[in-house]
Every structure is written in structure tokens, then in C-alpha cells.
């Protein structure tokens, strides 16, 4: 059965940096196209950022790009995602997912495997 559990989330003050980690177990993570999305109260889920799993390039959404650095580590089945200079709409559960063979798509459709979620807080 394939898992994916995150971690990493708590509360942190704007301005600061928090990795989230995500655990990829039941199978290899070398050929799942990795991402993350959030979720906020009252809003619908939303792209934050993805990672090939065949050429390594990374996507992001616009207010994710030039503070948010997605990773993948296949030794340790493990998908991360650094996020920098955070700000209080930053604010929301926090998801990975996996995409078996797939294009790293922004559209959270397309992904086959999640989280549960972990909850990031940031506070001015």
C-alpha cells in the first residue's frame, strides 16, 4: 500500500523558514512526479510546487517562486519542500502528492497519491 506522510509543519513568525518533508512508503519515488499544494480555511486547494521525477525540473506557482525550493531525495524516499521569507497568507494545510510517471502537472487531478496533511501557521 503506497503512503505518503508530511511533516515539518508548526507555527513560525513571518519572516522565517520551515522544510516540510514528505515520506514516500510502498514503493520507490524514482519514477513519481512529486508536488505540493495548501489549503486554506475557506479557500480551495492550490498549487504550490512540483518536481520531475525524470529531468529534475521544478514548477511553481507564482507566489511560491523566488521563496520556495522544491527537493526529492530517491535514497530516502523523500520529497521536501523549503519555504523562505514566509508570510501570514502562508497560512494553510500543507499537502504532498504523487503522480506515478507523470508530468508534474499543476492540477491536483492528476495526482494518484496524498498526504494527510500538515498544518504551517505563520503569524505577524
Known amino acids: 500500500q503506497v503512503q505518503l506522510v508530511e511533516s515539518g509543519g508548526r507555527v513560525v513568525q513571518a519572516g522565517e523558514s520551515l522544510r516540510l518533508s514528505c515520506v514516500l512508503s510502498?514503493?520507490?519515488?524514482?519514477?513519481?512526479?512529486m508536488a505540493w499544494f495548501r489549503q486554506a480555511p475557506g479557500k480551495e486547494r492550490e498549487f504550490v510546487a512540483a518536481?520531475?521525477?525524470?529531468?529534475?525540473?521544478?514548477y511553481y506557482s507564482d507566489f511560491a517562486k523566488g521563496r520556495f525550493v522544491v527537493s526529492r531525495d530517491s535514497a530516502e524516499n523523500t520529497a521536501y519542500l523549503q519555504m523562505n521569507s514566509l508570510k501570514p497568507e502562508d497560512t494553510a494545510v500543507y499537502y504532498c502528492?504523487?503522480?506515478?510517471?507523470?508530468?508534474?502537472?499543476?492540477?491536483?487531478?492528476?495526482?494518484?497519491?496524498w498526504g494527510q496533511g500538515t498544518q504551517v501557521t505563520v503569524s505577524s
Open positions: 502528492a504523487g503522480d506515478p510517471g507523470g508530468p508534474a502537472s499543476q492540477y491536483s487531478l492528476d495526482y494518484d497519491y
Open positions: 510502498g514503493r520507490p519515488i524514482s519514477d513519481i512526479a
Open positions: 518536481r520531475t521525477w525524470n529531468d529534475g525540473r521544478a
